[in-house]
């Protein structure tokens, strides 16, 4: 940097300053630069940023676990066993999460005979409940000399998981611009997230159902025989405008 040695020849409309001046003038405002650039600054486009952008729900898979208990000598599953294992089906299907039920036996523990013979129960409780064949894979696992081995019955399920909320790195009251804070719209992601029925509707919509096909035919049906399509009303449900009549 070149400072202007003199007033007298300094052009119209520029200041002229000693050389030493000028220079250290300049190392001031590159210091002020400097610090500023370390301060807070607001960010175009976090802040003009929308709510599911700023606090993101993240969908996530997680494995539900209902371990039957199995102690050794035992004939089957017990009735309660039974109903929590229709109940756990239950949630399976309607997760609609798209996977397979898992059915792990014991091997090796001391309960293993007994095990078997439960096992003969779950695959029966299982089919009454509409899962079988494709739906269900059956696996074993060492279970070591454990006396009484559960059977570990499991699906996979999508879970939604809410961002962490609570900061305030400053105080909102004083915005003079009134812009975007940086809590704003996470309590609401996180209850929506709390609150989603089956968290795979945040990632693909649901399959369509088959449509009803009851009334259809019935009008189809009409129309091949050259009938009326147009259902039949009682006298309670029709209505006239006017009584009023034309005439000439």
């Known amino acids: 940097m070149t400072a202007v040695a003199n007033n007298r020849n300094a052009p119209h409309g520029r200041i002229a300053l000693p050389q030493g001046r000028g220079l250290a003038i300049a190392a001031l405002v590159l210091v002020l630069a400097g610090c500023n650039a370390t301060g807070r600054r607001d960010v175009a486009g976090w802040r003009g940023a929308t709510t599911e952008e700023r606090h993101p729900i993240v969908v996530d898979r997680k494995e539900v676990i209902l371990d039957v208990a199995v102690p050794a000598g035992s004939y089957g599953m017990t009735h309660a066993q039974k109903n929590d294992l229709t109940a756990f089906i239950r949630r399976f299907k309607q997760q609609d999460s798209g996977g397979i039920l898992v059915v792990r036996a014991p091997n090796g523990s ?31 696992y060492y279970a070591g000399k454990v006396a009484s081995a559960p059977i570990r019955v499991s699906f996979m399920r999508h879970a939604a998981v809410g961002p962490e909320c609570g900061e305030w790195p400053r105080n909102v009251g004083r915005d003079p611009k009134n812009m975007v804070y940086q809590n704003f719209g996470c309590a609401s992601q ?9 968290p795979r509707d945040l990632v693909e919509p649901r399959g369509m159902t088959p449509r009803s096909s009851e009334r259809r035919d019935t009008v189809w049906d009409k129309y091949v025989k050259g009938e009326t399509t147009i259902a039949d009303k009682d006298d309670e449900e029709k209505t006239q405008v006017s009584e009023i009549q034309g005439g000439g």
């Open 110 to 140: 001391r309960n293993e005979i007994a095990a078997m013979r439960a096992l003969d129960d779950v695959r029966r409780v299982a089919a009454s409940a509409g899962v079988g064949g494709k739906d269900t894979a059956f696996e074993t």
């Open 190 to 198: 996180r209850n929506f997230a709390a609150m989603v029925a089956n």
